[in-house]
């Protein structure tokens, strides 16, 4: 089983920064072809993709994020990162990174929808205040 874990979430004002982590590990973390997202989900709304990536380093980011976040991956710690700057009240969410393998079907676009990843993270909150 593939394992995530998410850490670096925290509270902070308008305009700051936080840089979230998500580790892999367990068996299965060492496959070759997959997408991996953040993706987030606040109090009564559905969880919704903000950075995914693949394999190849393809990256897509939400509108809303765009310009503001930046998604990385080291494959040699098997970390996933987002880097969060001018942090804005509407990004206040519990933060989850997300894993799914890929086939030879996979059309290089990394998947947006939280419906398709398979293995989560337990979630690290982001609290942005005015």
């Known amino acids: 089983q593939v394992q995530l874990v998410e850490s670096g979430g925290g509270s902070v004002q308008s305009g700051g920064s936080l840089r979230l982590s998500c580790a892999r590990s367990g068996s299965g973390s060492e496959y070759t072809y997959y997408n991996m997202g953040w993706f987030r989900q606040a109090p009564g709304k559905e969880r919704e993709g903000v950075a995914v990536?693949?394999?190849?380093?393809?990256?897509a980011y939400a509108d809303s994020v765009k310009g503001r976040f930046t998604s990385s991956q080291d494959n040699t710690k098997k970390t996933l990162y987002l880097q969060m700057n001018n942090l804005e009240p509407e990004d206040t969410a519990m933060y989850y990174c997300a894993y799914k393998r890929t086939d030879w079907l996979y059309d290089g676009n990394p998947s947006t929808l939280a419906k398709d990843y398979k293995t989560w993270g337990q979630g690290t909150k982001v609290t942005v205040s005015a």
């Open positions: 990536i693949d394999n190849y380093g393809t990256i």
